[in-house]
């Protein structure tokens, strides 16, 4: 198993788009993407199951961001529209191996700051 890596962070004006991927590889049952501002706790912002490509989202996510993966590649994507200031933080994607596991492997982060 091989760390997730993240990419496609930056600085995006309030309104703006930004699309995230997440590099995985070795056995994968779910991929989640969860964020970190700073001076808060990290917080989940949704999730995508490999084989049925299921999708969930927190509700600060819901009609604003989608996640996608592509098989072939094994990437996922977390594409972010209307991005809000509050969005600002560092975003994460994580690994489970098995059905209702915890998240095993963990990538480095991409930092997505939303100006105003």
């Known amino acids: 198993q091989v760390q997730p890596v993240e990419s496609g962070g930056g600085l995006v004006q309030a309104g703006g788009s930004l699309r995230l991927s997440c590099a995985a590889f070795g056995r994968t049952f779910r991929v989640g993407w969860f964020r970190q501002a700073p001076g808060k706790e990290r917080e989940f912002v949704g999730l995508?199951?490999?084989?049925?490509?299921?999708?969930y989202y927190a509700d600060s996510a819901k009609g604003r961001f989608a996640i996608s993966r592509d098989n072939a590649k094994k990437t996922v994507d977390l594409q972010m529209n209307s991005l809000k200031p509050e969005d600002t933080a560092v975003y994460y994607c994580?690994?489970?191996?098995?059905?209702?596991?915890?998240?095993?492997?963990w990538g480095q982060g991409t930092q997505v700051t939303v100006s105003s």
């Open positions: 994580a690994i489970a191996t098995v059905a209702g596991g915890d998240y095993d492997y």
């Open positions: 995508i199951t490999w084989s049925g490509g299921n999708t």
